[in-house]
């Protein structure tokens, strides 16, 4: 059918739903239609549809339609345009009926207006205020359905993280739960539909799943069975979580660009690097290899429109500060990571301050854990401050309560 549809002397259109594609069909214009506006083209398709005289993406205008149309406008950029609907027009279907009053001549000649007013805009990312503002469907930013959201409820409201944003995640010390936090945090998001891929410096694949069974089944990370791993593999049905770890690559410059290569051919939706100065940190010019690959994670985010979370180390403390909070300064590394960065998150738990040697603790740490928004552009409605529970034998981190171990599952 795309074979067919497809002309290279002629422009295709690409619609969001069959009806949107009889109409321009009815009118003799070629077009094609995507299932939905989540739908990711896959690459072969791509390579199809360029083989067009030119694209033009004529999806709904609502926030989801609009979104996945700019999305669209660029991954194919080259010869691709985007139509922008009149005010109070969804779709060309209504565009027809409302607009065009039935007629399909007029629908030729008005679309035609459209598409010369679409080729003035030849690029994306280069905007209209008035237009942009005259089209803007969502401006509560808060319930916008593509941002990060947190699996516990004080987290969530800290900031509003949108794609095209890039988050660093750190802690006071060293082992507090930076990838555990960062693993409960992308794997809510992969349930909620996004594709994650999470890339993983120190953690192998059997290290990494064996933290995502605990948390998902609830048992001891240190007593997992095989039967554990199937019964945790159905609970993630119709989970797109991808996890990459090559131990051959030791720089960053590779590691992005094997990460880069996966966002293209997965489509992907959350990018999470743990962590960057496994790859920056003792190179005789770490700062300024730190600070350009932040800036080319920036880049990827907003090319790709990724929610990009970095992990972070801190810096090494004076013997006087060990143990206490972070200030945004206290970021290992370049000015850079906490400048590019769109929120900071800081975690600090404790020292065990209580030793009994009959019962000596499991991990050196309190298992209450304080997280703190260091720094953000854009923030949300509640606090900068609040408090988890860190579980340590199940690998992940669950709201305060004065329950030893809460009931549920926090995803």
Not at 72 to 84: E, G, R, S
Request: glycine share 6%; with cysteine.
């Amino acid at each position: 059918m795309l074979k067919e549809t497809v002309d290279p002397l002629a422009p295709v259109f690409l619609t969001e739903g069959e009806f949107d594609t009889l109409i321009f069909e009815q009118a003799n214009m070629r077009a094609v239609s995507l299932p939905s506006a989540t739908y990711k083209i896959p690459p072969k398709l791509k390579d199809r549809l360029i083989e067009a005289d030119y694209i033009v993406l004529a999806g709904d205008s609502d926030q989801v339609g609009s979104e996945c149309m700019n999305r669209l406008w660029n991954d194919f950029q080259q010869n691709t345009y985007l139509l922008i609907w009149p005010p109070g027009i969804k779709d060309a279907n209504q565009f027809y009926l409302d607009f065009c009053k039935r007629s399909v001549e007029k629908f030729k000649i008005e679309i035609q207006r459209l598409v010369e007013e679409a080729k003035s805009t030849p690029i994306p990312f280069i905007h209209s205020l008035q237009e942009s503002l005259m089209t803007m469907t969502q401006t509560n930013l808060a319930d916008h359905p593509k941002r990060l959201r947190a699996p516990w409820k004080q987290v969530d409201t800290m900031a509003i993280l949108l794609p095209g944003s890039v988050t660093v995640i750190t802690t006071t010390n060293t082992k507090q739960g930076k990838t555990c936090f960062t693993k409960d945090l992308t794997l809510h998001n992969a349930f909620r539909g996004d594709i994650v891929l999470n890339y993983g410096a120190e953690l192998s694949i059997d290290e990494f799943k064996n933290m995502i069974a605990a948390g998902l089944l609830r048992k001891d990370r240190n007593h997992l069975t095989a039967k554990d791993g199937q019964e945790a593999a159905k609970l993630l049905a119709g989970v797109k979580y991808y996890y990459g770890n090559n131990p051959t690559l030791t720089t960053i410059g590779p590691v992005l660009d094997l990460m880069e290569s996966a966002v293209r051919r997965l489509s992907v939706d959350v990018l999470v690097l743990d962590h960057i100065h496994f790859y920056t940190s003792g190179s005789k010019d770490s700062t300024t290899i730190e600070s350009e690959a932040m800036q080319r994670l920036k880049l990827m985010a907003g090319k790709y429109q990724l929610k990009v979370i970095v992990v972070a180390q801190p810096r090494k403390s004076k013997q006087e500060n060990k143990g206490k909070e972070l200030h945004v300064t206290d970021v290992k590394g370049s000015e850079a990571l906490a400048s590019s960065a769109d929120a900071i998150f800081s975690l600090h738990r404790d020292y065990v301050k209580i030793m009994d040697p009959e019962n000596p603790p499991s991990d050196a740490y309190e298992p209450r854990t304080q997280v703190k928004l260091l720094g953000v552009r854009s923030k949300g409605d509640g606090p900068a401050f609040c408090e988890l529970m860190f579980l340590g034998k199940y690998a992940s981190f669950v709201e305060f309560t004065h329950q030893e171990e809460p009931l549920g599952n926090v995803f």
